[in-house]
């Protein structure tokens, strides 16, 4: 079978840098990818990791440690914008290589 | 592209009625996913086509639910007879094949039945 562990909340002021952990056990492992969701919409595509290492998209970092199933999204310069859910997902073979979601992480930021 | 598109965005219904979903994936895309959304389970993967076909519907919950896709450009879930349980936001998603990296999400639709 295949689970993810994040946290479910997290707060955070504007201006600030906020990770968000990423565990994961899968039958068979391509990447880790995360999402973000405001509320009311519809999950968007952030980043992608297959390999160890991080990936940095403008304020938004994506970080994968394949040997530890452990991977983070780092935002910088938080912005009040920046408030919604975000979802770690990974492609798991059981699963006919189709993501599986974690239950999401709501980052709440405050002024 | 206009993006995935669902219809309708809103659906209220009544317990025992069938419910048609609605989706039309980006075009060129070979792989289509449905979704339902809930604040006790998450996101959880309902079923997903590749090249029209059904890969995996294990996700499925009864047989009250059903899915088609009878072409590259439409699919519908359907679920007969509809339960409270059944209220969620139901997501439609779809990708340029089943490996790639990045999924595309419609608006969804919120179904409520009573």
């Known amino acids: 079978g295949q689970s993810l562990e994040q946290p479910s909340e997290v707060t955070a002021v504007e201006g600030a840098i906020v990770q968000i952990n990423c565990t994961y056990q899968?039958?068979?492992?391509?990447?880790l990818s995360w999402y973000q969701q405001h509320d009311g919409g519809a999950p968007t595509f952030l980043s992608y990791?297959?390999?160890?290492g991080l990936e940095e998209t403008g304020r938004f970092s994506s970080f994968l440690s394949r040997s530890d199933s452990y991977g983070y999204l780092l935002l910088q310069e938080l912005q009040m914008k920046d408030s919604a859910s975000y979802f770690c997902?990974?492609?798991?073979?059981?699963?006919?290589?189709?993501?599986?979601f974690g239950k999401g992480t709501t980052l709440s930021v405050s002024s | 592209d206009a993006g995935v598109i669902q219809s309708p965005r809103h659906e209220v219904t009544e317990m025992g009625q069938e419910v048609t979903l609605r989706c039309k994936p980006i075009?060129?895309?070979?792989?289509l996913f449905w979704y339902r959304q809930t604040m006790m389970r998450g996101l959880e993967l309902l079923i997903y086509?590749?090249?029209?076909?059904?890969?995996?519907d294990s996700g499925m919950p009864e047989d009250r639910f059903s899915a088609k896709m009878p072409n590259a450009s439409f699919s519908t879930l359907k679920i007969q007879p509809s339960e409270p349980r059944d209220s969620a936001v139901y997501f439609c998603?779809?990708?340029?094949?089943?490996?790639?990296?990045?999924?595309?999400f419609g608006p969804g639709t919120r179904l409520t039945v009573l």
């Open positions: 998603a779809s990708s340029l094949d089943r490996v790639s990296d990045t999924q595309y």
């Open positions: 899968t039958s068979g492992f391509y990447g």
């Open positions: 990791n297959a390999l160890d």
């Open positions: 997902a990974v492609r798991d073979q059981q699963a006919g290589t189709a993501l599986i």
């Open positions: 075009s060129g895309h070979n792989s």
């Open positions: 086509f590749n090249n029209n076909v059904p890969i995996d």
